[in-house]
Structure formats: C-alpha cells, structure tokens
C-alpha cells in the first residue's frame, strides 16, 4: 500500500513537472511575441530598412524632405492611396531625392490632393502629423510601401498607428491628438483646393516653386525625372 501510494505520487510529481515546463515554455514564446509587437510595432511593415537608407541624413521638415535653404521645392500633389504615387515614389522619386535633393540643389515637398476616397483624408492628415515631429516624408514613403487596395478598408487607425510607429514619430499620443485636429483636416482640404486651382486632375502631380519665381509653376502629371531636373537646373 505504501508502495503504491508512493509510485502515485511520483506519478503525479511527474506530471506537474511536465506540467510547469509545458507553462514555462509558453511564456517565453509569449514574452518574445509581445516583445517584438511592442518594441517597435512596425514587424510586419515593408521597406522600413529601405525607407530609412534612403531617407538617412536628410532633414525633415513638415512634409519637405531636404536642404531648407534649397533655391527650388518641387512639389508632389499626391493621393497616399493612389498606386500611380507609390510607383513613382519607388522609382523616379527616389532618383531624385539621391541627387538633387541629397546635394542641396532642391528640396521636395508632399501636399495631400485626396482624388482617391474617404479614407486618403485620414491618412493625409496622419501624414502632416507625422510632420510637425520630423518624420512626415518618413511616412509618407513608408505608407507607399505598405499600401493596400484603395478604399477597402485598411486605412484603420491600428494601420496608421504602425506607420507612424515605422516612420519613427517619436510621441504617438502627441501624434494622434494632431491627426484629428480641425487645423490639420483643413490642411488637407486646403492642399487639394491648391492642386485644384492649379488645374491639376490626377495624381502625382508636381509644380515647382523657386526663390526667383512668384507662386507655383505646374510641372503636369507624371513628368519623368528627366524633366524634373531640367526644371531644377532652369530655375531662377
């Protein structure tokens, strides 16, 4: 009887231990998943490692990318929905941010002209948030990247959350509080008003503003990158 009664409780000393292994490796695969969802936020984001090797070094300000002081802005009238803006993003764009832009004969700036649906308001409005912290052409590059099908629903707040938190926005709070204000909403409105008053009618569209030009001198939709810096170079 003692016998018995002892191989039970070995028995059942056996299966607790397994028991609290089992337990303990699931709480390590579970630390390691929170960690990297909570660490950075943006492991499921493409192009994070691209946009920031592109971007490197290049100062922010607002949604200009580049020198301050630069004689020429060029200008792109975009829709962050639009997938005719992340082809040329990837490629023409990013040609002309590793000349002109990264040699300080230009800076480029982002102007949200929302043409696609509803939800390229709240991403354009995330984006000049993004913005007011140094990190606005991050997102905007960023969000190209990760585009989805326009106006089927990813543009949630959990979407633009971890673009912002791929971009680098250093206060988020700060950041969500800015993309819900009226100031940046109508900022947005305003924006495409001006591509609208311009003659725009599709996106990307560019014009260019320079220090020996008064107001906005329209490029056309989809110029190559070619015509981009023969504009540059020919600017006053």
Known sequence: MNAGGEGGRRENLIKLASAMAFLAVVGVVVLIVTTQHGAGGDTNLEGVTAVRKL??????????????????????????????????????LSELIGGPVRHG????????????????????????????????????????RNQGEENLGYVTDAFLRAIAKGAGVPDLARWNRTRHSARVLGEVAETTHEAERLGFTGTPSFALESSGAVGSEPLGTLPSTGDLEAAIAGAR
């Not at 390229?120 to 409005?125: K, L, R, V």
């Open 55 to 92: 971007l490197g070094g290049l100062p922010q300000h607002g949604l200009a990318l580049g020198e301050p002081k630069a004689k020429v802005a060029v200008v792109e009238f975009g829709d962050l929905q639009c997938p005719a803006c992340r082809a040329y993003s990837e490629n023409q």
């Open 105 to 144: 004969r230009a800076r480029l700036e982002f102007r949200n002209f929302t043409i696609i649906g509803p939800e390229s308001t709240p991403a354009g409005a995330a984006a000049i948030a993004a913005g007011e912290q140094g990190r606005g052409w991050s997102f905007v590059e960023l969000f190209y």
